[in-house]
């Protein structure tokens, strides 16, 4: 009977210690994944911390053409963070001599500085036979870089 239960006990230890290699691993295992996936989330927050750093820098371009009782103008918008300074527009499209299509106050250019939401426009005066939709090409600076650019068509329709 002695011998018996000495063969359970060791039965019954071994099974406890494997028991215990066996969560043990499992353990390290998930472990592992946990780390890997805590991993992956730096390293993405990172990324995204740094993408909306250097976009909190930009500042984004936009023209829009319209017509207010007949008298055509562009409107110049900042839809970006940061102030866009020195903001110039080069288009043969707006010259009297190739589209046919004057800038009225184009004294104004370059622009000093457009911040965030800001506009300003330019006057129109369109020659009979005009070009109905001229390609500009709008020039800044700011926090990001030197020079940035967009090239935009515009439909005087």
Same mark, same amino acid.
């Given at each position: 009977?002695?011998?018996?239960?000495? #063969? #359970?006990?060791?039965?019954?230890?071994?099974?406890?210690?494997?028991?215990? #290699?066996?969560?043990?691993?499992?353990?390290?295992?998930?472990? +592992?994944?946990?780390? &890997?996936?805590?991993? *992956?989330?730096?390293?993405?927050?990172? *990324?995204?911390?740094?993408?909306? &750093?250097?976009?909190? +820098? *930009?500042?984004?371009?936009?023209?829009?053409?319209?017509?207010?009782?007949?008298?055509? +103008?562009?409107?110049?918008?900042?839809?970006?963070?940061?102030?866009?300074?020195?903001?110039? /527009?080069?288009?043969?499209? /707006?010259?009297? &001599?190739?589209?046919?299509? +004057?800038?009225?106050?184009?004294?104004?250019?370059?622009?000093?500085?457009?911040?965030?939401?800001?506009?300003?426009?330019?006057?129109?005066?369109?020659?009979?036979?005009?070009?109905? *939709?001229?390609? #500009?090409?709008?020039?800044?600076?700011?926090?990001?870089?030197?020079?940035?650019?967009?090239?935009?068509?515009?439909?005087?329709?």
């Amino acid at each position: 009977m002695d011998d018996l239960s000495n #063969i #359970i006990a060791g039965i019954s230890a071994g099974v406890a210690f494997i028991s215990a #290699i066996f969560t043990g691993f499992m353990f390290y295992r998930y472990d +592992k994944r946990l780390k &890997e996936q805590e991993q *992956k989330i730096n390293d993405f927050q990172l *990324k995204e911390y740094a993408r909306k &750093e250097i976009e909190s +820098k *930009k500042a984004s371009l936009r023209a829009e053409v319209f017509c207010i009782n007949g008298e055509w +103008k562009i409107m110049i918008q900042n839809e970006g963070v940061a102030p866009a300074r020195n903001v110039r /527009l080069l288009s043969p499209g /707006l010259t009297p &001599e190739e589209g046919r299509i +004057k800038i009225m106050n184009e004294s104004i250019l370059p622009y000093p500085i457009l911040n965030r939401n800001d506009r300003f426009y330019l006057d129109l005066c369109l020659m009979e036979f005009h070009d109905i *939709k001229p390609v #500009i090409q709008l020039f800044w600076d700011d926090d990001y870089d030197v020079d940035r650019n967009i090239i935009q068509a515009l439909c005087l329709c």
